[in-house]
Every structure is written in structure tokens, then in C-alpha cells.
């Protein structure tokens, strides 16, 4: 690898205020503030099972809920990765993970298509997990979908418990994402028959 893929966002709004520093090819390390205890530990087994770094430092409105801090944080992961990716040249651009979390059986999908997209096909089963709002994950995805322009397909296949529901998409976004964006020796420039991605 000729640079280092990293990237480091800050971001300010009315409603939040967030600095984050994302390691593509890292060591699972993480330094989480984030205000919102779930999302925290989504983040950590994020990293840890994707081969990130990341820290993030985010203070928001969490007096009102956690839908801006959780839609803010994941615009500025979007950003980071966008970034840290930088041409794409020799990226395998595509992933798919399942991951099993007791009972529940998680699948991710990615292609680093520059076209945005999300398909979330899950029942989760309780509106909230601690004081986490479950359709909040419905927005994370989304916004890193959207920042990031990737193609994100998450299927749950089944599964009772919330949080285990949770964990397994995260986890399965973690690997999925690993792979789309590791560099294979074997691609040459950007792998898309079009010239670009
Ligand atoms: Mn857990």
C-alpha cells in the first residue's frame, strides 16, 4: 500500500458536535464518546471485527434523543471512509459476511458502487434496546450508506433478541465492509468495467 487509508472528519451543527478518526487497515482499536451507550458498543465490535480504528468524539443533543448524535456520527464515518478509500484502485469493491450472534443470523452485502443504496430487510422485535431507540439503525444505515455511496444490502434471517439482532448487522457490516475495501494485488487500477467507480 503506497498511503496510509485514513481520514480524519470534524463536524459542527446545531445539534452536534463530532470529531472522528477512522483507520481503514487498523488494529480493532477504538476510543468511543459518544453519548449514546448502544451505539457505542455497536461502534467498538465495529472496529474490532472489521479491522479499524476508530475514535470518535461527539457531543449532541441527546436531551432531545439520540437521532442526531447516531445520523450525525454515521455521516461522519461515511465521510471518513469515502476518504480514507481515496481512488479505490485495487480494492476488491465488493463483501458479504453472514454473522451469527446466538440467535440471531445477520448477512451483509456491500458494493462500493458510487451509487447509493440500501436494502434492510430485518424485524426487530423491541423498540428499544436500553435507552436506545431501535429504528435508529434503520438511520445509521442509511446516512453511511448514503455518505459513503455504497450499494448496502442487510438481511437478518432470523432471530428473537434485539440486541443480538443488532450486534449480528454490525458485526456482519464490519466484515462485509473489511472485505469490499481490502487491495487485492491482483487488480489492477479500479475494478469496474466502466473505468471508474
Ligand atoms: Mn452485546
Not at 458502487?113 to 442509511?142: C, I, M, Y
Request: proline share 3%; glycine share 8%.
Amino acid at each position: 500500500m503506497d498511503r496510509e487509508r485514513s481520514a480524519r472528519i470534524e463536524r459542527k451543527t446545531g445539534e452536534t458536535d463530532i470529531k472522528l478518526e477512522f483507520g481503514m487497515d487498523g488494529e480493532g482499536l477504538s476510543s468511543l464518546e459518544t453519548g449514546v451507550p448502544f451505539l457505542t458498543h455497536m461502534l467498538d465490535l465495529f472496529t474490532k471485527h472489521g479491522q479499524f480504528n476508530l475514535i470518535v468524539d461527539a457531543k449532541g443533543d441527546i436531551e432531545v434523543d439520540d437521532h442526531h448524535t447516531t445520523e450525525d456520527i454515521a455521516i461522519c464515518l461515511g465521510q471518513a471512509i469515502v476518504e480514507a478509500l481515496g481512488d479505490k484502485k485495487g480494492i476488491k469493491r465488493y463483501g458479504n459476511a453472514f454473522v451469527p450472534m446466538d440467535d440471531a443470523l445477520a448477512q451483509v452485502v456491500i458494493d462500493l458502487s458510487n451509487r447509493p443504496h440500501l436494502e434492510l430487510r430485518a424485524e426487530l422485535p423491541s423498540q428499544k434496546v436500553g435507552t436506545f431507540d431501535t429504528e435508529l439503525v434503520h438511520e445509521f444505515l442509511w446516512k453511511l450508506a448514503l455518505e459513503t455511496r455504497m450499494n448496502l444490502h442487510v438481511i437478518v434471517h432470523y432471530g428473537q433478541n434485539t440486541h443480538h439482532i443488532i450486534e449480528a448487522i454490525f458485526k456482519a457490516l464490519a466484515r462485509a465492509l473489511d472485505e469490499a475495501t481490502t487491495i487485492d494485488p491482483r487488480i489492477k487500477g479500479v475494478p469496474s468495467t466502466k473505468g471508474m467507480l
